[in-house]
């Protein structure tokens, strides 16, 4: 059985938990998951870190083998146990996703992150509100991209759902959520058709449920 190290509320905990569930395999019957990270420690136990000397969660075991860094995890996983071919695997599908996974990694989530954390992890009279409305605004114009992007194809890598969706996705859903929770601190959000559209797309045709319910928790 494979072991998932990583608490439920983690942005990239989250990304694996929703491919397992493409995939079709069972926490309890497939996998086991372990909280730790924040409050629920473990990450700094001799263990864990002779898994991931980083620290750092997800971490996964499956047999001998050890991953860590989220969106990996998520390229082995469809690659190793995607047994009912759920994802495309032709090369331009393949690689469109990996494109927008680099992005999410690279571009998106480090413009995002500083709002959310700094809204969610860090003590208010700490915040920097002009700099946490100005990544805001930063990724406000990346989703934009993205929107653009959508116009073309029902999902990132064409018009089948891939792994790809599933980290960009979980930026948006966070993006959203902030502005809702905290519209003041933001600004505006703009209305980006196209990104609306393939949201309620994966949310009518995946297991984004699978995560979604445990989102709503972490920007209050």
């Not at 032709?90 to 990996?98: G, K, L, R, T």
Request: proline share 5%; glycine share 6%.
């Amino acid at each position: 059985m494979m072991r998932l190290w990583g608490r439920k509320s983690s942005i990239n905990v989250q990304k694996v938990l929703w491919c397992l569930a493409e995939l079709g395999l069972e926490e309890g019957k497939d996998f086991e998951q372990i909280d730790a990270g924040l409050h629920f420690g473990k990450n700094r136990t001799p263990e864990f870190l002779a898994l991931n000397p980083n620290g750092l969660v997800p971490t996964l075991e499956d047999g001998e083998l050890v991953l860590w860094e989220s969106n990996t995890i998520l390229r082995y996983l469809a690659h190793q146990h995607d047994q009912s071919k759920r994802f495309p695997t032709d090369i331009a599908s393949q690689y469109q996703s990996e494109k927008w996974m680099d992005w999410q990694v690279g571009t998106i989530w480090p413009t995002l992150r500083v709002a959310f954390l700094g809204l969610t992890r860090t003590p208010e009279n700490e915040r920097n509100y002009p700099g946490i409305q100005k990544a805001y605004e930063d990724t406000n114009q990346l989703m934009a991209l993205l929107d653009q992007q959508l116009a073309e194809h029902q999902y990132c890598s064409g018009n089948a759902f891939h792994i790809g969706d599933i980290p960009l996705a979980l930026c948006v859903n966070r993006w959203i959520l902030l502005n809702e929770a905290f519209p003041g601190q933001t600004g505006s959000r703009p209305t980006l058709h196209n990104i609306d559209a393939w949201m309620k797309r994966l949310k009518d045709g995946t297991h984004f449920s699978v995560v979604a319910e445990k989102e709503l928790n972490i920007v209050k």
